[in-house]
């Protein structure tokens, strides 16, 4: 019986190696780099060019490498011509240069050793959002201590323009005031119990999108995270956008209705004002929209092939897109606590 459990054992050893080959030290042939472009235009607003070289397979993945001594030109469909400076971090800048809506601009970069490369710009013009209502809905559980669900209901209106195929992006955002709290205990010599308490020690302001949620079915979701090389104005925060193509439904006024869920959330917004921003975009930049929500479905799936980065540089990579933006400013004031709990007296819902 040894023997036998002896000879399987070497019989798997002799199978084991020689299924082994081994590979010898070979050259990967490198490609000669690429410049990669990426740029927002905003209509009346002053924009950043990023520039970097594309990176090689020895380079770690994250690795960007500005590129400092470019020349770049930008070129609108009147032939004026005006060139951009490097500033810091791989962005160039004209403090000169203001973006005009419903115009086409040609941005060309080049290196010394690389190939010249171009893009080309549409900025769309401003596009009209027309606030029609907002409530505020009080739904309850009958449960005494249970937190009842409140949300605030936004109507809107586009005007689309019925001559051409428009893409849009909707979001919303606020000031919010983030609170820093110092915690401590509370003892309570009469009940004999230890009660937790915190104090507001400081707070700070920032810019953020808000969560809201949609019903409309032309609406589409994405989460669009700023970083350096996709360049945005400060006043357009990153996060949950939602963007739509009025291809199917050209020259017909839109309706959307957002809902924002709140409890403590809503009391964090600074002075209640809350905007709403209707962006109109490119082509381009509705097709890149497009790559970032299907990267989204798919994340972290390893059964599904990677997305194909979009790309509309010429010779060269990156993304280059127009823009311009209708704002609306919503003052919510008026929702204080005193108009809810009259609201939930309404509506039946009691609260000891």
């Avoid at 119990?193 to 707070?203: A, G, L, P, R, T």
């Avoid at 090389?229 to 193509?245: A, E, H, N």
């Avoid at 990156?318 to 005193?338: E, P, Q």
Wanted: charged fraction near 25%; proline fraction near 3%.
């Amino acid at each position: 019986m040894k023997n036998i459990i002896y000879l399987l054992i070497i019989t798997c050893l002799v199978f084991t190696q020689s299924c082994q080959d081994i590979v010898e030290d070979f050259e990967i042939e490198e490609k000669d780099p690429k410049i990669v472009l990426n740029t927002k235009f905003y209509a009346d607003s002053i924009p950043q060019i990023h520039l970097s070289k594309s990176s090689s397979i020895n380079d770690h993945p994250n690795t960007i490498i500005p590129l400092k001594e470019a020349t770049v030109e930008v070129s609108d469909e009147n032939g004026n011509k005006t060139s951009f400076s490097y500033d810091k971090n791989g962005f160039y800048i004209n403090n000169n240069f203001i973006v005009a809506e419903n115009t086409t601009y040609i941005i060309t970069a080049s290196n010394e050793g690389m190939e010249t490369i171009s893009a080309e710009i549409y900025v769309p013009s401003k596009p009209e959002l027309v606030f029609k209502d907002t409530n505020i809905i009080i739904t309850s559980n009958n449960c005494l201590y249970c937190m009842e669900e409140k949300k605030l209901k936004f109507t809107f209106e586009i005007n689309d323009d019925k001559e051409t195929t428009d893409y849009y992006i909707i979001q919303a955002s606020a000031n919010i005031i983030q609170y820093e709290y110092d915690y401590g205990e509370y003892y309570d010599s009469i009940n004999q119990q230890y009660y937790s308490i915190y104090e507001i020690v400081d707070s700070s302001i920032y810019y953020q999108l808000l969560d809201f949620e949609t019903y409309s079915p032309s609406l589409k979701m994405v989460y669009d995270y700023a970083n350096i090389w996709l360049v945005t104005p400060d006043w357009i925060p990153s996060g949950k956008i939602f963007y739509y193509s009025d291809e199917l439904i050209k020259g017909s006024n839109t309706t959307v209705v957002f809902n924002q869920y709140f409890w403590h959330s809503f009391h964090t917004i600074k002075d209640r004002k809350i905007t709403f921003n209707l962006i109109k975009i490119s082509e381009d930049y509705f097709k890149y929209m497009q790559t970032r929500a299907r990267e989204n479905e798919i994340d972290e799936n390893p059964f599904v092939e990677d997305v194909t980065p979009f790309n509309n540089i010429k010779n060269g990579l990156g993304h280059a897109m127009g823009a311009c933006v209708y704002k609306i400013d919503l003052d919510l004031s008026a929702y204080n606590d005193d108009f809810i709990y009259q609201r939930e007296q309404e509506q039946g819902i009691y609260k000891w």
